[in-house]
């Protein structure tokens, strides 16, 4: 059934911004600091944050099975465990409450005072403990690309590829949220014609045009999901800088995969746009070149939409949008992904994240990572103000959009922002 939420007609009282990334029809959540420096949990419309602890407390989720302090936590980590049904009942009463011709909150301004900051009032934190974090390599065109550089172009693809939704276990300790600024990060590297590494920064920091889904409990151990009940689990998504040391990488990845090239940082942005929201944008993922396996087989539409960009700021200058791509371009989508990440029975918990693997599209300017965009350095990408790139600088910012839009609504991410400062140096005692 669709959820009235998404109704594209509905209208808030709130004054919000015509072209913004979060109308009344998106509600997505998150966790956020208020201007008296109570961490709660909270949804957005236009440029305002709600409080959702305030609201829960002054009665407007009645008839709603919630626990007392289920938005008054650090994380979503326990409302996203509550399950679908739950996540759907809370959003249509928010989507109730704010819509325009609802006068309970509007009119009342002792309540409208504790519940509705600012955007500028409030300071975003991480929205989940992230217990767990893989990552994916599903764009086949970013996989093609990086396997002509390194390897044969005519088999840029390894044999597996094409049969199942290649990952690896990630680090989630250095997941941030947008806004966080990282260190160019050090490590073994081996230059060109030496046969001996060497220690240092990192000359070729890289960002990585990524989303990643958010998971709720999902099974027990040995339980697989299979492929078209998925969704059940996924909660929503994020946009994701999977940040990337090239040249450490390229010296460390034999045999096991990435290691300090990827877990130095990682970003994503603040507000988790839920599946349901993201439900009118619906749309058909490339068809298997390969016939795939049963467990990996699915029905319906299981992609979505997403227009993505990246753009990069140096440090005082304009911004260049040097990539747009768009999520409908990954060959695996997130039903297959979870469905093969617990084939072998592997257990996913609340608030575990699976990031997609770069986004690349099928012409250049549609290429998610400066590898690509500079073809491994042989190919500058030019700034707007001047200059160019063949990876990222210090003090530097990368910025990531995404949105949907249909039908005059438009469902956005935010911003996925992060500036790379130079090398980490103790201070001097």
Sequence with gaps: MPSKANDPKRKTWLEIPKNTDFPIQNIPFGVFLTRDDIITIGTRIG???IDLGALHQLGYFEGIPLTDDIFLQDTLNDFIADG?????????????????????????????????????????????????????????????????????????LLPNWLHLPVAYHGRSSSIIPSGIPVHRPQGQKLPNGATKPIFGPSRLVDFELEMAFITTDANELGQPIPVDEAEDYIFGLVLFNDWSARDIQSWEYVPLGPFLAKNFASTISCWIVTLDALEPFRTESPKPEEELLPYLQYT??????????????????????????????????????????????CPVNSGDMMGSGTISGPTPKSFGSMLELSWKGSKPVKLKDGGDRKFIEDNDTVVMRGYCQNDGVRIGFGECSTKLLPVFEPKKK
């Excluded at 005072?113 to 086949?140: A, C, H, N, W």
């Excluded at 996989?143 to 172009?153: C, E, H, I, K, Y």
């Excluded at 747009?324 to 990954?330: A, G, R, V």
Aim: glycine share 4%; hydrophobic share 35%; with cysteine.
């Design 84 to 156: 679908r049904k739950t996540w759907r009942l809370v959003r249509d009463r928010i989507s109730d409450i704010f819509e325009k011709s609802n006068t309970a909150l509007k009119d009342n301004k002792e309540h409208l005072d504790r519940v509705i900051f600012s955007m500028d009032e409030i300071e975003m934190q991480l929205p989940v403990q992230i217990g767990d974090y893989t990552d994916f390599y599903s764009s086949k065109e970013h996989a093609t690309n990086v396997g002509s550089m390194f390897r044969d172009p005519d088999n840029a």
């Design 47 to 49: 440029d305002y944050a």
């Design 300 to 345: 319906g539409k299981k992609s979505f939409d997403i227009n993505l960009e990246v753009a990069l700021q140096p440090d005082g200058k304009k911004e260049t949008v040097v990539c747009k791509s768009n999520f409908k371009h990954l060959y695996w989508n997130m039903s297959q992904q979870l469905a093969h990440h617990t084939i072998n029975g």
